[in-house]
């Protein structure tokens, strides 16, 4: 087999059967070689923004990690934005990125650039594949590098793709299993809960609450009269009827300061201490008040699940009961179309077992609180902050799980950065409701603008034109439609009530272009 | 002043007078100083891909550099591959970065990430500003850099924008005049065009081929009796009737290879020796024949103009009349649609000091012949392969040439990549015409496919797929409607002579879905 070849296998070898790509002429031998090995379902986009979204969303859901197979330096250039979103979820992706034959590199050819300076930032492990023979063994170690940490990104010269390799593909890579937490930080964390100081427990950051990682969070922070929450962006976090309490962090530093003002004792899992996403002038970087501790059970790469579990045993919390919600399901809205009502809806019809990915920003801020009693669903958050993400990782989630509806909540101004993600989900026919919140502003620059203080938080009138993205207007529905995907425009309450019923009850992508008000009206 | 102020003015103080943006919060003080300091026109994206082509396009045509503003890391990998572009097209570029507050850094916040280190492998020059007092001083630093060189980086974190710089701002910057090609190369050059060898003058690489320089080139090619040439793509070169006839290297290896094979002497003058574009099993990298010689005449960096005045008073070549196109048009084009009958459409109604920006792949290759002898216009080249960028360029041009009528050719595939500028073209009602050669293929990729000789140069059916992006249809007319944008779709050539010549005589956006059979029918 040549190097390419031995590259899918070792992937599919070891349960990587998924490769978002949009490849070039350098990676043609890779393409090839999709006819030769079996087992790779290989997912084309229009633009590498929506290959690596795609692959977060895929592995939030699959818990295993997706491929992506890039074009170069610009090509890993154009993914950079969400592999820094998956990187700061510590989400598992392993990347494959082209390059020219090795002994066309000194040729400066136009494409020619630093490939591993490019990955460096946005990735815990680099390498450049040097021979047809190496390549399953790296292969091997990226996935192990994925499994262990996040971002693995493999260089694939041209040469060694089409070079033969005769040794063949590597067998299945055993990813060497989370750390235990040691017994004498349960202690600790222990002795900090029964301290009776004012506690609360945060679990997210990069690792997911799962339903049974709820409850048991749930039974500990009852255990010892803990408050619980998670922090602002957990990668993925069950939800909805039957799942366990679990406060959230608000966004706006301000307002969390004043939610932690009482906090002693911080216990973390997963999670971070709690920072202000932006700077401002006179606002703390830190979130947490003065004099309040921090002390990390369990880091995200670390066994959480056993660090719970050793929790729950020490503190004889097994005895309790988790406190879940109980289905409680809104009506359904009336009237003017907007964040409020189109959330009442959301939450109404959300089926069973759905997947919310949500990069609203202002406009969804709502749907959180809404769908909190509704069905039994899984949340997807935005991790790094960086825009374009949603509608991207909504076709990763469809294809990890094809049985599941997916719900993309989007800005209007979000869902242009990656807009090209519909194409897909047309072609791969994935089974995505896309809400677009277009309110024609860049609204939650709005409201930063007056947080930063800047011109006394007024913005003039050139300010206030790099925050208005309504001239002209876009028409999702239009655009949708170009792309291949059924959409529809709503701008009343009814009006959206009833076409997002109808998603729900149809299969298919399906885009809703809502019409609401921006947070300044 | 604080420091963005500081900023702004030393910018607009060195006629850096135009910013393309999508900024975030940490750049809201950048953006409130919109209102302050007069002279700097801010132009919105939705993407930073588009900011990065726009500056790009608007440098080539406006002789000058544009800056840009980005938001953080991921800002700025969103504009890596059109920055990427620019470098390889010596296109000069000030990119100002917003970052978190210095004192911000140490909590990693989720949009921390190392924006110098991204930065590194697509710049010149790097540096980031770490106070108020600095911040204009390094202004005009990067714009000399950028000057002097091509891509400029400078990282503004937020407390060194909101912070008074009592300083004040810097005056006009002076960028250092290029440096004197010496006469001893000149005379060596000389010898060299004399020497009774097959000679050939290969001129363009980041160096703008103008009309003047044609003319001058064309009178040295004469007076030595040598062919002259472009490599295949310069950044901008002045074309239609009365330039210079020039040759072209062809795209593809082995017609270049072919083209050069009795060449013994190859005069450089800002191009570098030609270079295959990828490398493919057994076909040389290098495809100048062996033993010919390569003379640098004038690096791009250096005086283009004062070497090849030098080399005409040397040759005495004054005397010679520059060989120059005649106008000829072709006739208006009837029958089937196809990349020849809109080359002909586009030839004929091409109005006078057009602007053409070339990104249509496959079906652009007849165009430039076809346009050789039309009116007098400039054409500007995808110079370092990422592809999408010629919408983008396309807004820049316009905005650095508003009387001049822009013209982008765009390939179905390479336009989804920067679809967004689309709506910025609505915004600024720039007078772009875009025309879409729909194939609903990737075609240089099937035309690749076989050249690299994978699997026999035979795509297999998962191949295949990967290559075909006609599933489903892209209809860019809806697309471009809902980006604010009039389309029109052509079917025939009638109808796209028709919907072209309309858009010559018209002012404004405008976009023709022209559906083409892609190479392989």
Redesign the interface.
Known sequence: MNGAESLLTTLTNSGIEVCF?N????E??F??A???VEGMR?V?C??E?VISGAADGYARMARKPASTLLHL???L??A??NV??AK?GCVPMVNIVGD??T??L??????T???E??A???SHWVHTSSAPEHIARDAAEAIRQAGAHSIATLMLP??VS?GENPAGAEPVVRIPAPQSVPAQRVAEAVARLRSGSNCMIMIGGGTEVSLERGHKASQIAQACDAQLCTDV?PTRVARGAGTAVIERLPYLAEMAVDRLKDVEQMILIGA?AP?????Y?NVM??ISPAGCEHFVLAQNEEDIDQALGALIEALGAGVNTPQVHKLNVCDVPTGSLDANTAAMAIAHYLPDDAVIVDEAITSGIAVAPMTATARRHDWLNQ??????WGLSAGVGAAIACPERKVICLEGD?SA??T??SL?TM??EELDVTVVIFNNRKYS??EL??A?????GGI?????A???D?G?????????A????VSATRATTAEEFAAQFKEAMQSRGPRLIDAHVPSLSG
């Open positions: 790509t490849p070039g002429t350098s043609m031998h393409v090839a999709l006819d030769e290989c084309l229009l633009f923004g330096g610009p090509g250039g154009n950079l934005a820094h979103n700061k020219h034959a002994y066309h000194e040729y400066d050819a136009p494409l650039s630093d490939i300076g490019i460096g930032p946005v041209a040469d089409w962006f971070k920072v202000s996403f932006f700077a002038p970087s830190a991790t790094g902050g960086s825009i374009g101004g242009m950065y807009i090209q194409w047309a072609r939650i620059l930063e603008f947080r930063t203080g800047a011109r913005p003039g009138p050139n300010a034109s790099m925050l993205i001239k002209p207007d876009m028409d999702f529905v239009a655009m439609q170009g792309m291949g």
